[in-house]
Nanobody, 118 residues
């Protein structure tokens, strides 16, 4: 699975951005799709995910501000980010997890930079 992320950029505190991640195969067949982020000098951390059944999970730090969704027809997962804070500044990576045969596989996109300035 190849993942192409886009939509990052510069936003002001309190602003919004929407990230998109297009998969090279039907997202309907992908068990979990979501987003992770990595700030300078920090480890990559979980942000949000959406399951094949539409269930969602969020990191506590983004609950109520970010919304993850998937459009199966467009093979795309979105991350709507509102009320952005400086601590949201990071490289955001799209992630896909699926089972092929009996093996769990993880795939990553190339990352897109999000910078929130005050």
């Amino acid at each position: 699975v190849q993942l192409q992320a886009s939509g990052g950029g510069l936003a002001q505190v309190g602003g919004s951005l929407r990230l998109s991640c297009v998969a090279s195969r039907s997202v309907f067949s992908i068990n979990k799709m979501g987003w992770y982020r990595q700030a300078p000098g920090k480890q990559r951390e979980f942000v949000a995910r959406v399951g094949s059944n539409g269930s969602t999970n969020y990191a506590d730090s983004v609950k109520g501000r970010f919304t993850v969704s998937r459009d199966n027809a467009k093979n795309t997962v979105y991350l709507q980010m509102n009320s952005l804070k400086p601590e949201d500044t990071a490289v955001y990576y799209c992630h896909a997890g699926l089972i092929e045969g009996s093996v769990w596989l993880d795939y990553w996109g190339q990352g897109t930079q999000v910078t929130v300035s005050s």
